[in-house]
């Protein structure tokens, strides 16, 4: 049983560039989530993908950011026009549907940092 | 909406003592609590979880935790550290079976010390 999978583990980037984050979920887990850590806080959500619909977005995704689950399986992150405020750590977790939906999985992390 | 609080940024203890982080929480409904330990540069791996049932829960490497409805607190403990402990330990609570509503709380950082 492979875990979650993030891609790239470490990313920096000059403000204003695009940059884009890819997750593998674990294999029979239908629902993915996109969390964001800072240094020194705990993660907080960004979006949720049940399969391939995206059904929930936190006010922490601005326009710039844009997240993707085409086929339900893997996702990507985009973050557009980037500016130094996005520097942070881009967590993926995942998770199965039903009454073991809460006990989420993280992967690794991507580091961005904008310069 | 449910919160949670780590009195303890940090705590540092020698090797094979004793340690118990902090964890309260608050909420108006019943909660499902969670501890998650982050090794530098890493993600978060989950430690132990409290669902239902038996109030003393039992993770991985040794750890446990006890839920206490009464004082809203989820402290977790370790008889024994060892220097391979030293991480960030973030407790989490969530009110269904919804990964998009945890609220994690700000971390306690263990260094254990030779």
């Known amino acids: 049983d492979t875990g979650v999978s993030q891609d790239p583990r470490h990313k920096i980037t000059k403000r204003g560039q695009n940059v884009t984050f890819r997750c593998d979920p674990i294999?029979?887990?239908?629902?993915l989530y996109w969390y964001r850590q800072t240094l020194g806080q705990g993660p907080e959500f960004l979006t949720y993908?049940?399969?391939?619909?995206?059904?929930?977005k936190s006010r922490l995704l601005s326009d710039r950011f844009s997240a993707e689950r085409p086929k339900g399986s893997f996702s990507t992150l985009e973050i557009q026009r980037t500016e130094q405020g996005d520097s942070a750590m881009y967590l993926c977790?995942?998770?199965?549907?039903?009454?073991?939906?809460?006990?989420?999985?993280f992967g690794e992390g991507s580091w961005l940092t904008v310069v | 909406a449910q919160s949670v609080t780590q009195l303890d940024s940090q705590v540092p203890v020698f090797e094979e003592a004793p340690v118990e982080l902090r964890c309260n929480y608050s909420s108006s409904v019943s909660v499902y609590l969670f501890w998650y330990v982050q090794y530098p540069n890493q993600g978060l791996q989950l430690l132990l979880k409290?669902?239902?049932?038996?109030?003393l829960v039992k993770g991985i490497n040794g750890f446990e935790a006890e839920f206490n409805k009464s004082q809203t607190s989820f402290h977790l403990r370790k008889p024994s550290v060892h220097i391979s402990d030293t991480a960030e330990y973030f407790c989490?609570?969530?009110?269904?079976?919804?990964?998009?509503?945890?609220?994690f709380g700000p971390g306690t950082r263990l260094s254990v010390l030779p």
């Open positions: 977790a995942s998770s199965r549907s039903g009454p073991s939906g809460n006990t989420i999985y």
């Open positions: 993908f049940q399969n391939e619909a995206q059904l929930e």
């Open positions: 409290y669902l239902s049932g038996s109030t």
């Open positions: 294999s029979e887990h239908n629902r």
């Open positions: 989490a609570v969530t009110v269904d079976n919804y990964g998009q509503n945890f609220v």
